[in-house]
């Protein structure tokens, strides 16, 4: 399994962007799949994902402003982020752990800057 981000950019601040994550591979209803950022100095943090099937978890941060979903056509998973403010600014991480084996596979990382 392999994770390919992309749709980073630099917007002004209340912009919109769409990132995207292209699995290549077989994935279940049951990984954990989402997007984690990482901005300097800063620990990598979730910032959205789904535990399993259509159930997600957002961040504090996340919560109103993102939206992730999923194209299982496409094998795809998408974070739609409105509002971005110049705190968003961060390598965002596409993220697959699949419980029953324990594989853990990272994307390569977007960068999002947001100026304000």
């Known amino acids: 399994v392999q994770l390919q981000a992309s749709g980073g950019g630099l917007v002004q601040t209340g912009q919109s962007l769409r990132l995207s994550c292209t699995v290549s591979?077989?994935?279940?209803?049951?990984?954990?799949v989402g997007w984690y950022r990482q901005s300097p100095g800063r620990q990598r943090e979730l910032v959205a994902a789904?535990?399993?099937?259509?159930?997600?978890n957002y961040s504090n941060s996340a919560k109103g402003r993102f939206t992730i979903s999923r194209d299982n056509a496409k094998n795809a998973v998408h974070l739609q982020m409105n509002d971005l403010k110049p705190e968003d600014t961060a390598v965002y991480y596409c993220?697959?752990?699949?419980?029953?084996?324990?594989?853990?596979?990272w994307g390569q990382g977007t960068q999002v800057t947001v100026s304000s």
């Open positions: 789904f535990l399993s099937g259509s159930i997600t």
């Open positions: 591979g077989t994935t279940y209803s049951t990984d954990l």
């Open positions: 993220h697959l752990f699949r419980r029953n084996t324990g594989l853990d596979v």
